[in-house]
């Protein structure tokens, strides 16, 4: 917004009134990036210190404690009179982000029932969508209440902080966190009350016994570094990675300024953005009802062909048609959008999801949490650099950005194709048994587990 750029980011204001002397490096701005990926960066260290205080202190702590920040970064970033400001209640969010990524999906898994886990999980995915959406459309509305709209639009934020907040206050600590923090009473009274049966010896043992276990393990970040948990560590690494690198984050993040670009009018960006939002949220619906009948290697190989084939689309027509001084044709301009929506919409039923459901279904649940923190943290340190350099590289790249993330989803597709097994239809606890099976990973894993003199594996 004109506003917003006027009031902080001076230099990127006075370039854009220059559009079309070089429409890829009008918004190229060290500041602006910052701006944008210190969210990223607190995320990335807060996810890691909540790991500890999640296990500890339990899942709705922390589920308080993103609430409260990101409480706070509202607040601040609404009252902005300077960047330093606006930088410190970036950060603020950010730790909101690296609390809620870590705690939530633990609150879901563990407060599910077995038979409804997976769509759940998917729903946070959703959630997550229809978030961005609803931003877009706030943009939308706020963007015309100049020249205060934007802090309008930053203000808002505190609606979902405080649902969240006092969301955190009234729920229930999970079952499987009071008994880890050795209250069984409580566990056991809050799962009969979230399973509506006092029947619930079986899973309750269960529980008892994991706890037990994960108890036992003193340094999970230690033991995921062993030689049988290779297949998990790589995949904990490599799938965030490689949903950062699909570009999808580049073109939701700078969707309005990728438009503008282009030489749609400022209106007409935001109004872009707002469809690209409502693709990758109904694109989602598609993964939900899939993923379990397919299975997620046909859904993961065929979403990344889709990708690479609008990335190339957009490379040739952005190659061919538009240069230094020129604007897209209208026709050529809808082009562009339809082919990117295609783009958001093979991401939503593919990596979007999956990206996040396979690193969680895949690690034995001693080292699950820290399995999880490092899939976060990886997803968000990645995010980080994309977000400070992607200005810099549409600069430099100039349409060559999407034939670079092109190229990405090829490596990517071809990693998932000969490495990544199928998950579908398996038992957490068995998919131990498939890395064992697997052609490249069976060379890997010790045979079977191995146990010390003091009977430890």
């Not at 870590?102 to 978030?131: C, D, I, K, W």
């Not at 604007?327 to 990206?355: D, H, N, R, T």
């Not at 092109?406 to 194709?417: C, E, L």
């Amino acid at each position: 917004m004109d506003g917003f750029l006027r009031e902080f980011f001076h230099s990127v204001y006075i370039s854009k009134q220059h559009a079309h002397e070089n429409n890829y490096c009008k918004y190229d701005n060290q500041g602006l990036a910052a701006f944008t990926s210190s969210l990223y960066f607190a995320g990335l260290v807060a996810s890691l210190v909540a790991s500890p205080i999640t296990r500890k202190y339990g899942r709705r702590t922390s589920i308080i404690c993103g609430g409260f920040s990101f409480l706070v970064g509202a607040t601040v970033n609404a009252a902005a009179q300077n960047l330093a400001m606006l930088l410190f209640g970036r950060i603020m969010l950010g730790v909101g982000i690296g609390f809620g990524n870590q705690a939530v999906p633990l609150y879901l898994s563990e407060m599910a029932p077995t038979h409804l886990r997976g769509a759940l999980n998917m729903m946070f995915q959703l959630a997550t969508t229809l978030g961005i959406f609803t931003a877009n459309m706030v943009n939308y509305g706020t963007q015309k209440l100049e020249p205060w709209g934007w802090r309008l639009s930053l203000g808002l934020a505190a609606i979902p902080a405080t649902l969240m907040t006092v969301g955190g206050c009234l729920l229930p600590e999970t079952p499987n966190s009071l008994i880890e923090m050795g209250s069984k009473e409580r566990g056991r009274k809050v799962l009969e009350r979230i399973r509506g049966t006092d029947k619930v010896d079986a899973e309750f043992e269960d529980m008892v016994d994991a706890s037990e276990l994960a108890n036992s393990i003193k340094h999970p970040f230690r033991n995921i570094l062993k030689k049988r948990n290779r297949p998990q560590l790589v995949m904990a690494i490599c799938m965030p990675t490689f949903q950062i690198l699909t570009g999808i984050n580049s073109i939701l993040f700078y969707a309005p300024v990728l438009f503008q670009s282009m030489g749609f009018g400022g209106n007409a960006s935001l109004y872009s953005s707002a469809v690209t939002g409502a693709v990758l949220a109904g694109s989602t619906f598609i993964s939900i009802a899939a993923v379990d009948r397919l299975g997620r290697r046909v859904l993961l190989i065929s979403g990344g062909i889709q990708m690479i084939i609008c990335q190339v689309i957009v490379a040739i027509i952005l190659g061919v048609k538009f240069g230094d001084n020129q604007e897209l044709s209208k026709g050529y301009s809808i082009l562009v959008v339809i082919v990117i929506c295609l783009f958001v919409l093979a991401f939503g039923w593919s990596w979007g999801p999956l990206g996040w459901t396979v690193p969680s279904e895949i690690f034995p649940l001693e080292i699950r949490s820290a399995g999880q923190s490092i899939t976060v943290a990886v997803n968000l340190l990645f995010t980080f650099i994309i977000a400070q350099c992607f200005l810099a590289m549409l600069c430099h790249f100039k349409f060559g950005i999407f034939l670079f993330f092109a190229s990405w989803i090829t490596v990517m597709t071809v990693f998932v194709y000969f490495f990544l097994p199928e998950t579908k239809g398996v038992p957490i606890e068995e998919i131990i048994f498939l890395w064992r099976k697997h052609w490249f990973w069976k060379k890997i894993i010790p045979e079977y587990p191995q146990v010390d003199d003091n009977h430890n594996v």
